[in-house]
């Protein structure tokens, strides 16, 4: 399921990249705004209830599909591009394996659990 899961994420991934590539933007106007939509982390600072739910808001395919649509019908390049490059940073995230953010901590996500896993206690 994994596995189905991650090219799901690559097909979306390549599919921005297309998109983006018809867009009238320089090629490097991807990686400069790639790591904007993790501004969203900022959240954590009020908790990791509010972080959670910052980061969630900014990582969900929904608000970068509209912003994309409203982009298009809207005839505004900069809208299209930001939906452009929030749907490849979502996808490019969840590729690697992070997913949505759990209020009990930033390392818990909806996909697995990221990071380094805390040492079991020895038994005596």
């Known amino acids: 399921m994994k596995t189905l899961l991650t090219l799901d994420e690559a097909a979306s991934l390549l599919l921005a990249l297309l998109v ?3 867009l009238p933007y320089a090629w490097w106007w991807l ?3 790639f790591l904007v939509p993790d501004l969203s982390m900022l959240g954590y600072l009020a908790g990791p209830r509010s972080g959670a739910y910052c980061y969630n808001f900014m990582h969900h395919k929904l608000l970068a599909l509209a912003l994309a649509a409203a982009g298009w019908g809207l005839g505004q390049p900069a809208l ?3 939906g452009v490059v ?3 940073h979502i996808s490019f995230d969840r590729v ?6 759990f209020s ?3 390392q818990d996500t ?3 659990r990221t990071g380094k896993q805390p040492v079991a206690a020895a038994v005596a």
């Open 20 to 22: 983006f590539a018809h």
């Open 31 to 33: 990686p400069a705004l």
């Open 80 to 82: 299209l591009l930001a």
């Open 86 to 88: 929030l749907l490849f």
């Open 96 to 101: 690697l394996g992070y997913g949505f953010k």
């Open 104 to 106: 009990s901590g930033f």
């Open 110 to 112: 909806h996909l697995s």
